[in-house]
């Protein structure tokens, strides 16, 4: 458990062996009990499907990879488990916080950099990651982890290039959290 001397106040979180041993507890049942691993783009897919739908009905029909997404759920991209999961990681997050005292409307970042440049790194790094999902199939959780998880090459190359290309990169982007 770690502490937070800054403030004075002991915080403690969750141990990250113990939240990793945790994490792949999880992703064997998800594998167990749905036959599938865990992954978090196919439900920001469904949403995506869901609005452009709600906008203009005929306009998924002109993008053939929304048309197949949106015709390979029953009645509604809405109803797919995974959409169900990232509102539990959504939920859960935010009871996580409310329970350890950490609901606070800030933005953390290093003394050396401001609020407004920490938004605009998280903004770009999050633009990045989705684009990035889509060339991979998939996000971290569904290519890395689940594809490990059932003992998938793929799964482990994955694992290797996210990891090397963070720590290639950590040392020129250290001075925005250290």
Not at 74 to 88: A, D, H, I, N
Not at 107 to 125: D, M, N, Q
């Amino acid at each position: 458990m770690s502490k937070n001397t800054k403030t004075g106040k002991s915080r403690k979180y969750l141990n990250p062996y113990l939240g990793g041993v945790l994490l792949g507890l999880v992703l064997l049942a998800a594998n167990f009990i749905s036959g599938r691993g865990l992954g978090a783009s196919g439900a920001v897919k469904s949403v995506v499907a869901t609005s452009i739908e709600a906008v203009d009905k005929d306009a998924v029909n002109t993008m053939p990879f929304m048309a197949e997404y949106a015709e390979s759920h029953s009645g509604s991209p809405m109803k797919s488990w995974l959409v169900f999961q990232m509102l539990g990681v959504i939920v859960g997050g935010f009871l996580s916080g409310a329970v350890a005292g950490r609901l606070k409307l800030k933005v953390e970042h290093s003394p050396k950099i401001t609020s407004r440049r920490r938004l605009v790194f998280a903004l770009a790094g999050g633009v990045l990651f989705g684009f990035g999902s889509q060339l991979g199939r998939g996000c971290t959780s569904g290519s890395a982890l689940s594809g490990m998880a059932v003992l998938s090459m793929g799964g482990f190359i994955t694992m290797m290039a996210i990891f090397g290309t963070a720590y290639m990169l950590a040392y020129f982007f250290r001075k925005n959290w250290i």
